[in-house]
């Protein structure tokens, strides 16, 4: 504001008259409030009568403090979400984004933060990425993405001479996401993933997990009645080593992964295992070597129990001791199992950064743990396992194999191997 319009505006002020005041500071491009603030800073007038000018109550030091840092950007924009549901700060934070969408000066993270705390409306949001060429979905929460029916088995032919793989866990432990972060890791390794056309539901489920992880969505939690089994063969090269020389020699793993809802668990918790459903107990039919993979969430250390109208809560390990106790008594099971592992998944939830995955197993299932290292020994393993970096508020993530790839590893490495 110039000494001048300052001058002129006290002079309007004095002579009395606040619309001839306010019309004029308009005309000017400049605000009443502006005036104000200047005119008890230079001690012109008294702070009292900030009210009679502006038109409302003289904000507190606190705002005005704040009101100065946004107009010198040294907000930040968590700051300024916080902010924004608070009456003093909302209609302030709101002019002050509007002047940045038309400036076109937010960038991608802001404009996803503000959206989501809905700052920003949808149109606002398309009109947005019009004007700087973006793509408004990339800024709405994708969708799970759902099987279609056509891929959901609920009879089980385990091919004969594979080693099945059996994923145990809890309701939304994590284990589709497991398995759609492992065909994705392998299919990349090794150039292809051979998925054996005699499974052909197994090979379309794998195909659209697959893709799932390639564009960072979740997928629907499993129907209870499916049984999902996807037949594949993992040829990895290894070092051969005779007396004189080594060669790399090619070695063929067929297995067939099999993934049941978790709801399967959850239910026949304290019940015997001959009480699931017939379907279910194919599983104990297969000849097969068997591994058994047991996903221990990092997010939840206990389940809850659904039992007609009583909910019981338990700990996760009370749960998977109950399972794998069960099934280890099942003889037509136990005698099949070559190894098991541990896996603490939705890894990226960990807030202690120094923490590692035997200090969570020794929190949370100690027994477990020593359990299966006492009966499985050099083909027990621990891992963590995340299927990248997660965003939440997009409902989406991005893949990442670091994890995934020391269970693989670990799968090869233990793996009984075809003849
Ligand atoms: N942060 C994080 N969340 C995950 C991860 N994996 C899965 N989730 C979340 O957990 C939910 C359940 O994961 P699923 O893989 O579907 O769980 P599930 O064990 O197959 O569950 P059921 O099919 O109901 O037995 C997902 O929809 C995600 O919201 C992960 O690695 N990190
Ligand atoms: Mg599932």
Same mark, same amino acid.
């Given at each position: 504001?110039?000494?001048?319009?300052?001058?002129?505006?006290?002079?309007?002020?004095?002579?009395?008259?606040?619309?001839?005041?306010?019309?004029?500071?308009?005309?000017?491009?400049?605000?009443?409030?502006?005036?104000?603030?200047?005119?008890?800073?230079?001690?012109?007038?008294?702070? #009292?009568?900030?009210?009679?000018?502006?038109?409302?109550?003289?904000?507190?030091?606190?705002? +005005?403090?704040?009101?100065?840092?946004?107009?010198?950007?040294?907000?930040?924009?968590?700051?300024?979400?916080?902010?924004?549901?608070?009456?003093?700060?909302?209609?302030?934070?709101?002019?002050?984004?509007? +002047?940045?969408?038309?400036?076109?000066?937010?960038?991608?993270?802001?404009?996803?933060?503000?959206?989501?705390?809905?700052?920003?409306?949808?149109?606002?949001?398309?009109?947005?990425?019009?004007?700087?060429?973006?793509?408004?979905?990339?800024?709405?929460?994708?969708?799970?993405?759902?099987?279609?029916?056509?891929?959901?088995?609920?009879?089980?032919?385990?091919?004969?001479?594979?080693?099945?793989?059996?994923?145990?866990?809890?309701?939304? *432990?994590?284990?589709?996401?497991?398995?759609?972060? =492992?065909?994705?890791? *392998?299919?990349?390794?090794?150039?292809?993933?051979?998925?054996?056309?005699?499974?052909?539901?197994?090979?379309?489920?794998?195909?659209?997990?697959?893709?799932?992880?390639?564009?960072?969505?979740?997928?629907?939690?499993?129907?209870?009645?499916?049984?999902?089994? #996807?037949?594949?063969?993992?040829?990895?090269?290894?070092?051969? +080593?005779?007396?004189?020389?080594?060669?790399?020699?090619?070695?063929?793993?067929?297995?067939?992964?099999?993934?049941?809802?978790?709801?399967?668990?959850?239910?026949?918790?304290?019940?015997?295992?001959?009480?699931?459903?017939?379907?279910?107990?194919?599983? =104990?039919?297969?000849?097969?070597?068997?591994?058994?993979?047991?996903?221990?969430?990092?997010?939840?250390?206990?389940?809850?129990?659904?039992?007609?109208?009583?909910?019981?809560?338990? @700990?996760?390990?009370?749960?998977?001791?109950?399972?794998?106790? @069960?099934?280890?008594?099942?003889?037509?099971?136990?005698?099949?199992?070559?190894?098991?592992?541990?896996?603490? @998944?939705?890894?990226?939830?960990?807030?202690?950064?120094?923490? #590692?995955?035997?200090?969570?197993? *020794?929190?949370?299932?100690?027994?477990?743990?020593?359990?299966?290292?006492?009966?499985?020994?050099?083909?027990?393993?621990?891992?963590? =396992?995340?299927?990248?970096?997660?965003?939440?508020?997009?409902?989406?993530?991005?893949?990442?194999?670091?994890?995934?790839?020391?269970?693989?590893?670990?799968?090869?490495?233990?793996?009984?191997?075809?003849?």
């Amino acid at each position: 504001m110039t000494d001048e319009i300052f001058n002129r505006a006290l002079y309007l002020l004095r002579a009395g008259n606040r619309e001839n005041l306010k019309n004029y500071l308009t005309r000017e491009g400049e605000s009443l409030r502006t005036f104000a603030d200047r005119a008890i800073a230079e001690d012109k007038i008294k702070s #009292t009568l900030w009210e009679q000018i502006v038109g409302e109550p003289m904000p507190d030091p606190q705002v +005005k403090a704040f009101e100065q840092r946004l107009n010198t950007q040294q907000v930040s924009f968590e700051e300024l979400i916080l902010k924004h549901s608070q009456s003093d700060y909302g209609e302030m934070i709101n002019r002050y984004i509007h +002047k940045q969408i038309d400036q076109s000066a937010l960038n991608q993270e802001e404009v996803t933060a503000f959206f989501q705390a809905g700052i920003m409306d949808e149109i606002q949001l398309d009109l947005y990425c019009e004007k700087k060429g973006w793509s408004s979905r990339d800024f709405v929460p994708k969708d799970n993405m759902s099987i279609p029916p056509s891929v959901w088995p609920t009879d089980l032919d385990l091919s004969f001479g594979h080693t099945d793989i059996l994923l145990v866990g809890a309701p939304g *432990a994590g284990k589709t996401m497991f398995l759609s972060l =492992f065909y994705h890791y *392998a299919k990349r390794k090794l150039g292809n993933l051979d998925i054996l056309s005699e499974n052909p539901k197994g090979s379309k489920y794998s195909s659209i997990i697959i893709q799932a992880a390639e564009e960072g969505q979740f997928i629907d939690s499993t129907p209870k009645p499916v049984i999902l089994n #996807t037949s594949c063969n993992l040829t990895e090269k290894i070092l051969d +080593k005779g007396i004189f020389s080594s060669k790399v020699k090619e070695i063929e793993m067929p297995f067939n992964c099999i993934e049941i809802s978790g709801e399967n668990f959850s239910d026949s918790y304290g019940n015997p295992l001959d009480e699931w459903p017939e379907k279910l107990q194919n599983i =104990f039919k297969s000849e097969n070597p068997l591994i058994l993979v047991v996903l221990l969430p990092l997010d939840e250390a206990t389940i809850t129990i659904s039992e007609l109208d009583h909910r019981i809560r338990i @700990s996760t390990e009370d749960f998977l001791n109950y399972i794998i106790g @069960s099934l280890q008594q099942v003889p037509e099971i136990n005698r099949r199992l070559v190894a098991a592992s541990i896996v603490i @998944s939705k890894w990226d939830e960990l807030k202690e950064p120094d923490k #590692t995955v035997e200090e969570v197993v *020794a929190e949370r299932c100690p027994q477990m743990h020593q359990k299966l290292q006492r009966d499985f020994r050099d083909t027990y393993g621990l891992f963590p =396992f995340s299927v990248g970096q997660v965003n939440k508020k997009l409902n989406s993530f991005q893949y990442q194999h670091d994890t995934i790839s020391e269970w693989y590893d670990w799968l090869i490495s233990i793996a009984p191997v075809s003849p």
